[in-house]
């Protein structure tokens, strides 16, 4: 059991298109299974789509498509984002995919054989947009309470899976496993709603047929947040092959949007307990993120897809600046002003100028060749020291995923730098022989440092971690690194050739 870091992100509706919003919850995934990968852990990092249920269906009908044949139109939207994104999923699970249904449908059988599922009636309201069933004392204004648009009136047969049953194990666990639910504040929330009561949870639709049939009553569809949950568990062969299953289940993190908390920390584990399954071991709700300080939304006309702001300011700048300005479980704000403020101070100027100037003193006063430092004085152990500070700031703070400040600890070390070049002014040295080796070690210090700053920006930026390495002069791969040995001072071989390249990020106009 825990061999493999599983990580995962929601699976995402394809009612609509890949937008800034989904994609953040995809990239902080993203650097959490690099990290982990940097560290040397074998990683499972999976995403998908959730392609069933009412809201896919109604989406598919406007557009007069076969569901299925629209789920296929859209699935290549998602993929193509994540591409562009760079993101490393090592699976891509789609609720359509046979391997899927398989699992959906012996699990929910074997809940049935145990007892746990019964037939009812359920009489209530529906949110379609958000596909939860709701009661009527959840309502604000007579709306849906998490996204405030209008709930439909349903009165159907269902089969009910007995969620009371588990609401006392449920609680249990999370209140004796403070790092199950995170942040605090939704920990908080969640044990206070299933306080209020938890009633038995509808499983399974009959009005529509977007979905996968019960083994047992092929009347009904699967609800689709009962199917869509068992994603987790059937990418990794839940039920076929359980040899891997347990070598890779319980995910180390669930990674999940704040409005979806409730689903994956009440339902999913009253679920794995029915299935005498183990518990994911950590479930994280991030914040949601306004545009220019309003909903993101179709009528409102500003949804924002990555794309767009890959072709203007590339791969990693979306990347780097989607992780380092807000703060991972709280909301947040994007802003065109701020995306191009931290692109041009923090990306621009302290970084790609560090990289320039360095590589080109190295370049002009030792023609390209990685020098042989002497021993390190003062100014150089300054910078030598700072490494393991900056090393465990960084551990400890992707374990918090607080993303924000681990990158901004990887910045103390990219400003300790820059400190140190200026202060060190090779330029001012550079023509006196007499000086030599000085001029020497504070190259040596300067591409070294350049150095660990791309092992450590590796999980952010991997593109621009790869070309700072290169250009250091290393031709081992990068991605075959273990960051505790590689970020050893002193392992960037001289006699090495260093590389040019373009300016890492040119500064753009304000
Ligand atoms: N299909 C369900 C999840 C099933 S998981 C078993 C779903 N899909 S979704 O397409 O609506 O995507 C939801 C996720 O997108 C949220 O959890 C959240 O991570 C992310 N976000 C969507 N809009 C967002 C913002 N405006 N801001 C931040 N994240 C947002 O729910």
Avoid at 282 to 287: D, L, Q, T, V
Avoid at 294 to 316: A, C, F, H, R, W
Avoid at 464 to 471: L, Q
Avoid at 487 to 498: D, V
Wanted: net charge negative.
């Amino acid at each position: 059991m825990g061999e493999i870091f599983y990580v995962t992100t929601p699976i995402y509706y394809v009612n609509d298109m890949p937008h800034i919003g989904t994609a953040y919850t995809t990239v902080a995934a993203d650097a959490v299974a690099r990290y982990q990968r940097l560290k040397g852990r074998k990683v499972f990092f999976l995403t998908g789509t959730d392609e069933h249920g009412q809201k896919v269906a109604q989406a598919a009908a406007e557009r007069n498509q076969n569901p299925q044949v629209w789920a296929d139109s859209m699935v290549p939207h998602f993929k193509e984002t994540w591409r562009i994104l760079n993101i490393s999923n090592d699976d891509f699970i789609r609720t359509t995919d046979n391997r899927h249904t398989r699992v959906a449908q012996i699990f929910i059988q074997k809940l049935k054989d145990k007892g746990d599922i019964y037939l009812g009636t359920y009489e209530g309201w529906y949110c379609v947009h958000d596909e939860s069933f709701l009661l009527s004392s959840q309502l604000v204004d007579g709306n849906c309470p998490e996204c405030r648009r209008p709930v439909e009136w349903v009165k159907e047969e269902n089969y009910f899976f007995k969620l009371s049953k588990y609401a006392h194990a449920v609680l249990k666990h999370i209140e004796e496993n403070p790092e199950f639910v995170q942040p605090e504040t939704r920990r908080n929330e969640v044990i206070s709603f299933i306080k209020s009561g938890l009633s038995d949870q509808s499983i399974s639709r009959t009005s529509f047929t977007w979905g996968i049939p019960l083994p047992f009553d092929a009347r009904h569809v699967m609800y689709v947040w009962f199917d869509a949950l068992l994603n987790y568990i059937s990418a990794i062969d839940y039920g076929s092959d359980m040899k891997r299953f347990v070598q890779t289940w319980p995910a180390d993190l669930h990674l999940v949007g704040k409005e979806i908390l409730r689903f994956h920390a009440i339902i999913w584990p009253a679920m794995l307990f029915a299935a005498e399954l183990p518990l994911p071991k950590r479930i994280f709700a991030h914040g949601w993120l306004t545009v220019e300080g309003q909903k993101m939304s179709k009528s409102l006309g500003n949804v924002i897809s990555p794309k767009e702001l890959v072709v203007e300011y590339g791969t990693d700048a979306y990347r780097y600046y989607f992780l380092r300005e807000f703060s991972f479980g709280i909301d947040g704000n994007f802003s065109r002003r701020t995306l191009l403020g931290r692109y041009n101070a923090e990306l621009a100027n302290d970084l790609g100028n560090l990289v320039s100037r360095v590589l080109t003193m190295v370049k002009k006063y030792r023609n390209g060749t990685v020098p042989e430092p002497d021993t390190p004085g003062a100014e150089e152990n300054g910078v030598i020291e700072t490494v393991p500070l900056v090393l465990s700031e960084l551990d400890e703070k992707m374990s918090e995923l607080a993303f924000n400040e681990a990158l901004s600890s990887v910045w103390d070390l990219v400003h300790a730098l820059n400190r140190y070049v200026d202060i060190r002014a090779p330029w001012s040295i550079a023509s006196d022989p007499s000086r030599e080796r000085e001029l020497d070690t504070i190259l040596y210090t300067s591409l070294e440092g350049l150095r660990i700053i791309a092992l450590l920006i590796l999980p952010f930026m991997p593109e621009t971690a790869e070309k700072i390495w290169m250009r250091t002069g290393m031709t081992d791969k990068i991605s075959d690194m273990k960051l505790d040995e590689a970020a050893k001072w002193g392992m960037l071989p001289h006699g090495s050739k260093t590389v040019s390249g373009d300016a890492l990020f040119p500064r753009k106009p304000e």
